[in-house]
């Protein structure tokens, strides 16, 4: 361990995230992981560190937190105002600290979710090899509130030598590729899903992004035993708005499943706030 970070302001929802854990769905262990994981494996190409390593997940913000030795930050996913040690500094870039520093990241200006990376990487027990915090199951550690002490490791690598990496632009509507099934010929008409516009609900989380907008309709109404569930599955509860699962879903449930999302379209709604807007486009569009 090089040192640690005290935790003053943590927002609304700050967890320690990695890549996650798949492979343990057959035990009811869902992946969980960072949301945008794009964004987490810059911040840790930035700062030098693995691709495993793990960062903080800071949904919205604010965050605030010191720390008491030198050393390389960086922030990535959302566009939120950045400064260290009182000065303003760059996201998706790496910056430098010195000891004492604060940190603090103002609330996200466009996206959801931001990523503070920071050289060494966290340090926690892990849980069935990860250190991602599992909202659903609770595994893993447990959610950053204010006050908290986070371990930090020994950098591993040089952070890089950009001076900005390039990231997608974020913010405003989205469209995710699906691919149907397995359960899309529980519902008629379901060519309204791709002709409809959705809107991000205030329930959103982790969990699951649940949608606002034209309701889908079953085509009967035999019931299903629990099936598999998968990331990006578009599911379809008895209100018909659709709800698409996320890196803490359940491994199991008894809606039917209408679509699944494309995996390389799940960073755009882990960057999606209430109230952005949801298309969709089929397989062959």
Known sequence: MTGTMLVEVAGPLTTLQDLGRPGFAHLGVPRSGALDQPA??????????????????????????TLPFAGTLAFTGAAAPLRVGGRPAPINAPVAFRPGDRVEIGPAVAGLRGYLTVAGGFVAPPVLGSLATDTLSALGPPVVRAGAVLALGI??????????????????PITLGLTWG???????GTAGLLAGSYTIGN???????????????RAHQRELPSEGIVLGAVQVPASGQPLIFLADHPTTGGYPVVAVVDPGDLPLLAQARPGDTVRFRGPQQ
């Open 155 to 172: 950098p591993a690598g040089d952070p890089s030598t950009v001076d900005v990496a390039p990231r997608p632009a974020i913010g405003g």
């Open 203 to 217: 329930d959103s989380n982790r969990v699951g992004a649940r949608l606002v907008g034209p309701a889908l309709t």
């Open 40 to 65: 987490l494996l810059l911040g840790n190409r930035l700062v030098g560190n693995p691709a495993t390593s793990a960062g903080l997940e800071i949904t919205f913000g604010p965050f605030t937190a």
């Open 182 to 188: 397995p359960r899309d010929d529980y519902f008629s």
